[in-house]
């Protein structure tokens, strides 16, 4: 082998090493990846390129040399490629056409303020407004009909609706499970009570959805007796249900990482076993449970077929007891309609955007907390 | 000379966190009785989705259900089968466990056997995984619609000189890239903890006998690693096995003739089976049979490789702890 040293000495391990080293960057590429294509699709919205106007200011062809290339494109409608690929006789006659169909919309939406609206403008996505045929200013969202209106608040009201009603239903029953497990139960039972819990992750959250629809929601009605039996409650139950092993999972292993001499120091003290797991191991897990309860929120805000089967109308209201529609089943659910890279597809694609977002940062804090929670008792020990 | 009185050296107040000495502690017993009961609680639901299932599911299963191809209209009870839903299932899956697999074991492998700990690089790579681990099913949805079928796709037709679409549309073999991107997490995660039960004597033993990192690699440490690593396999195998978000853009339809025959087909799936049949059926009560079959199907499907998951993991994790 000689005195060489480094890759020279042996070059296949060399490459094998660069090689996989490659290999696990792909995580990070993936991240990137998603950020970036999920954003790019909805570019036109962040840059405000996008008009969904339907009635514009007819410009007459004889007047097209006035106007800037750019002018020109954004008017046509046209992408970068297609309008350098064209002459000036075809632009020409793409103008007249235009033109034309202007010219052709019908009277009632000429005279419609409505129809003179961008609807994808972030004044229309984020604040009420009074559209003709309502008495007062509104959120809604109604991506069809001839005046698509884009209003994201409903959206947003939903989702945080039934996320926390999910949260409230899953956290109380996963941290309780958890010191239970962990704490209180004799080991025999904890070997197989924590694998049968975390068997609940294994269900399929469309057999979730599937349950709620056709089971939990009858019961539930006769339970509370509301009026609608498909409602933003019912949905967050179901989603609760679904978070309920995630939160348990993490929880579990936050209270089970205390050191034992914690615990073994307070039963000598004559605690019981119930005061040394609330007051001794509880406050000396609390960063993980909140870690637990952070990531719990991030599965619930993505989590997608369950609302989607559960509810589905979009109201706004904040009573739990109506409706719902959260921002992922608005995805799934007119995906299907949109155009390929018109104006609706945009706006799911932003409203992708900003679940990727709003769950990174949850990630992010959860990964945070739970990495200094560890370090913390590490260097107790 | 000062002499020290008990009142000096006795805190005043007692400390304010003491513990009662009572032989009977209500108080103890009603909170471990109330944290016992959400434990019941969780069980007994899961108890009566998974019963509510196998009761309703049972008679509707049969040899004609799982081995026919349906006609058009499959809300017909008498005539309706799922096996191009299990067949679509199934390929997706196994694709996607070709592409995830060697990609998630040479992470893992990266991250357990050659990353410096302390590194910049390692630990962005890992907090990574644990985002790509928490990105909502949906947006991988949108990613397999906007990456691999708009963009890669599409630019593969533009290359291949296709007249039609037949790169740039939902496809099988996107909804199987899409959902490997989606369960690399799972087989890094379980792929690393299975390296990490390996005593670090053997790899000092390989290493002191003259082999080198490489081979102490690929013959010492990943055959010893193979039951974790394909615990990995399947847990992501379930995991994508139920998931329907991600493929509803990207390769999923809602009635094919014929099973898939190429991967740029789309396919039929049990999860969006399940989906169909709940919201869209005509007539809930009289599908409500094939529906709970279906669902039970798709169940024993999931089921059966998360328990054999399961197994495996508590042997792996019974050596880390016999290891300290």
């Known amino acids: ?381 | 000379m000062n002499t020290i009185t008990p009142a000096q050296y006795l805190p005043e107040k007692p400390a304010r966190r003491h513990f009662r000495t009572e032989k009977f502690d209500f108080a103890s017993l009603f909170f471990s009785g109330l944290t016992g009961l959400a434990t019941l609680f969780i069980l007994g639901l899961l108890a009566v989705i998974l019963l509510n299932i196998l009761i309703n599911g049972w008679s509707g299963l049969s040899w004609h259900f799982v081995s026919t191809i349906p006609k058009k209209d499959f809300f017909d009870v008498k005539t309706t089968g799922v096996l191009p839903m299990i067949v679509g299932t199934t390929i997706r899956v196994f694709v996607m466990t070709i592409f995830v697999l060697p990609v998630g074991v040479i992470t893992a492998i990266y991250l357990t056997e050659y990353a410096p700990n302390t590194s910049i690089v390692t630990r962005i790579i890992r907090a990574a995984v644990n985002n790509l681990a928490g990105v909502p099913s949906i947006v991988f949805g949108l990613f397999g619609l906007g990456f691999f079928i708009n963009f890669v796709g599409k630019n593969l037709d533009v290359l291949l000189h296709n007249s039609d679409a037949v790169w740039g549309q939902p496809a099988l073999i996107w909804a199987s890239l899409t959902l490997a991107v989606m369960t690399m997490p799972v087989v890094i995660v379980a792929t690393e903890e299975s390296l990490k039960a390996i005593p670090p004597g053997l790899r000092e033993a390989s290493l002191a006998l003259g082999a080198t990192k490489l081979e102490t690699i690929l013959k010492i440490v990943l055959p010893q690693a193979l039951p974790g690593i394909m615990t990995g396999g399947i847990l992501a195998v379930s995991r994508a096995a139920g998931e329907v978000a991600p493929i509803l853009f990207t390769g999923v339809a809602y009635y094919m003739a014929s099973l898939p025959h190429h991967v740029t087909d789309p396919f039929m799936d049990l999860g969006y089976h399940v989906f169909v049949l709940s919201t869209q059926s005509p007539n809930i009560e009289q599908t409500r049979p094939i529906l709970y079959a279906t669902v039970l199907v798709l169940l024993m499907l999931t089921f059966a490789l998360n328990i054999v998951a399961i197994v495996i993991r508590a042997r792996v994790r019974k050596k880390l702890r016999a290891l300290g």
Request: with cysteine; glycine share 6%.
């Open chain 1, 1 to 381: 082998m000689g005195i060489q040293r480094g890759h020279n000495a042996r070059p296949l391990e060399w490459l094998a090493e660069k090689f996989i080293f490659l290999v696990s960057l792909s995580a990070i590429l993936m991240v990137f990846l998603i950020f970036m294509f999920v954003a790019r699709e909805a570019l036109p919205i962040f840059l405000e390129q996008t008009d969904t106007a339907l009635v514009q200011k007819v410009i007459s062809p004889d007047e097209m040399d006035k106007l800037s290339p750019a002018k020109l494109q954004q008017y046509l409608e046209l992408t970068p490629q297609q309008f350098a690929s064209m002459d000036k006789d075809t632009l020409k006659s793409l103008m007249e056409v235009k033109q034309e169909a202007l010219d052709e919309i019908p009277a009632n939406f000429r005279n419609d303020p409505d129809a003179r609206v961008n609807t994808t403008d972030w004044r229309y996505l984020l604040q009420p407004h009074q559209w003709s045929g309502y008495d007062k200013p509104e959120f809604i969202w109604q991506p069809v009909g001839e005046i698509q209106k884009y209003n994201i608040i409903p959206l947003l009201v939903g989702t945080l609706k039934v996320t926390l009603i999910g949260l409230f239903f899953a956290v109380p029953l996963a941290v309780g499970a958890a010191i239970y497990v962990s704490q209180l139960a004799r080991p025999n039972v904890r070997e197989l009570v924590k694998p049968t819990i975390e068997l609940l992750s294994g269900i399929p959250s469309v057999v979730v959805g599937f349950f709620a629809l056709l089971v939990m929601a009858t019961v539930l009605q006769k339970i509370f007796g509301y009026q609608t039996r498909l409602n933003a409650f019912v949905a967050g139950i179901a989603l609760g249900f679904a978070v309920i092993p995630v939160i348990f999972s993490i929880a579990e292993d936050a209270l089970t990482s205390v050191p034992r001499s914690y615990t073994q120091a307070a039963l000598a003290l004559g605690a019981s076993r119930w005061q040394t797991a609330w007051q001794i191991v509880l406050p000396a897990a609390l960063p993980g449970v909140f870690a637990a309860t952070v990531l719990g929120f991030g599965r619930a805000i993505g989590e997608t077929m369950i609302v989607l089967m559960v509810c589905s109308a979009s109201v706004m209201s904040w009573s739990i007891f109506d409706s719902a529609r959260s921002i992922t089943t608005t995805i799934a659910a007119e995906m299907a309609e949109a155009v390929s890279g018109g104006p609706h597809y945009q706006i799911l694609f932003m409203l992708g955007a900003l679940l990727f977002a709003a769950t990174f940062v949850s990630n992010m804090i959860g990964e945070v907390v739970i990495n200094r929670f560890k370090l913390k008792l590490e260097g107790k020990r």
